[in-house]
């Protein structure tokens, strides 16, 4: 083979590796990726005899439907868990947002029409109609990101199918505006919308349904959010707190296949998880087994639980997120005091301190620090250039109490 040849195949090779890989993102659906259908803000309703697998619910709106309608899954409607996954919403949308387009297409997608891994942007209200092919081209892992600059509109019996290694967990719609799905079409992948999501008669949606505001409609339909298949069957999972301020754990199975453990983790941000510890699991069963774990320490405010369950093959799936919130005297000092040059605040926790701010007896600020990304603040502060007198310490947690101190300035 002559060296011509050779190069000519190398480029052809890096080509198509650009191609699949591209720069586009996949964004974090944190709390999000459990769910089916979810909107921040609007009604949740069905009319007909829907089934839904995975997590539905709205941060603000009427619920009704369900029964009729059967969830497998979880349901919360306007809770500490419903405002945790609209934050996570809003953010996997903005992630989306910035990332620029590899190809413009015209604003009507489908008949036949085949798509590689890439960031697609049409440039207004768009349509599908027939068949949309998204092609992974072989390689696992292609992402594939269609951002809509208005509503979409899926027309009857249309659908969106994937061939040749394109994952459903690869594929991400920015609508910026609803989605319609007309009678008997399928349409694939996660929707982060910005307008009402609405399913009629017979259409499915395999994948996910989320959107920043709008109301969430259902006509006897299947929506699938095929993550939501956990490792084990879970049945229950509650968290209690007890009267020596920790959190209780409990959880139950109904069946177990090659399972091995559970990891039970934590978080305060919903964000930010961190492992608290390992249940056994029984492996495989039939029948009904109770499981439990206490976290001695929980912090102060809202504290955000979730099991990872793993199987043998370490293969694993999460549960739905569980809250329960706790108000611990925590230790707060500042000294010395009277001061003169610098201040040191002692705390139980850092991270949980969002900002520090002195006011003068006026009321003016005179110095002010706050919390940005997940550097902690520092426990220190420089005060040599404040004029002698009395100020007010407010010290202001990530949950939002506000604590204050005094202390005397030399």
């Known amino acids: 083979m002559s060296r011509l040849l050779l190069l000519v195949l190398s480029m052809v090779t890096v080509v198509s590796f ?28 069905s009319d007909g005899a829907t089934v839904v697998t995975g997590d539905i619910g709205t941060n603000a709106g009427a619920f009704t439907g369900f029964p009729v309608g059967v969830v497998i899954g979880e349901t919360h409607v306007a809770d500490l868990v419903s405002a945790q996954v609209a934050l996570d919403v809003s953010a996997a949308y903005d992630e989306l947002t910035p990332q620029s387009c590899d190809v413009v297409l015209g604003t009507t997608l489908g008949n036949g029409q085949v798509l590689t891994p890439n960031v697609y942007c049409l440039g207004g209200a768009s349509t599908l109609n027939g068949n949309l092919i998204l092609n992974g081209g072989g390689v696992a892992g292609g992402i594939f990101i269609i951002k809509i600059n208005g509503a979409l509109s899926a027309n009857a019996f249309s659908s969106v199918t994937l061939t040749n290694m394109a994952s459903l967990d690869n594929v991400y719609w920015q609508i910026n505006g609803r989605l319609d799905l007309a009678a008997s079409a399928v ?114 405010g809202n504290n955000l639980y979730r099991l990872k369950m793993i199987d043998r093959d370490e293969s694993f799936s999460y549960s739905s997120i569980r809250s329960v919130a706790f108000s611990i005297a925590v230790k707060m000092i500042i000294y010395p005091n009277p001061a003169i040059d610098l201040l040191t605040l002692e705390v139980d926790d850092m991270s949980q301190i969002r900002q520090i701010q002195l006011n003068d007896v006026t009321g003016k600020t005179m110095y002010i620090k706050a919390k940005t990304g997940l550097q902690n603040l520092s426990a220190h502060l420089d005060v040599k250039d404040l ?8 010290i202001t947690s990530e949950t939002g109490t506000v604590s204050s101190l005094k202390i005397l300035k030399h």
């Open 18 to 45: 650009a191609n699949v890989c591209g720069a586009q993102v996949a964004p974090d659906l944190g709390a999000a990726s459990s769910y089916a259908l979810f909107t921040n803000a609007g009604a949740f309703t």
């Open 187 to 300: 349409f694939r992948g996660t929707v982060l919308a910005a307008g009402a999501i609405e399913l009629m008669d017979a259409s499915s949606l395999i994948g996910r349904g989320l959107t920043t505001a709008g109301a969430i409609s259902l006509h006897t339909n299947i929506v699938t959010n095929p993550q939501a298949a956990l490792p084990v069957t879970l049945t229950s999972f509650t968290v209690k707190k007890d009267e020596g301020q920790k959190a209780i754990l409990s959880w139950t199975t109904t069946a177990e296949t090659n399972s091995d453990r559970f990891e039970v983790q934590h978080s305060m941000t919903g964000k930010v998880w961190k492992k608290l510890g390992t249940v056994t699991a029984n492996g495989e069963s039939s029948m009904m087994m109770s499981y439990a774990f206490t976290d001695e320490i929980p912090g102060n």
């Open 387 to 394: 004029p002698a007198g009395i100020y007010l310490v407010r």
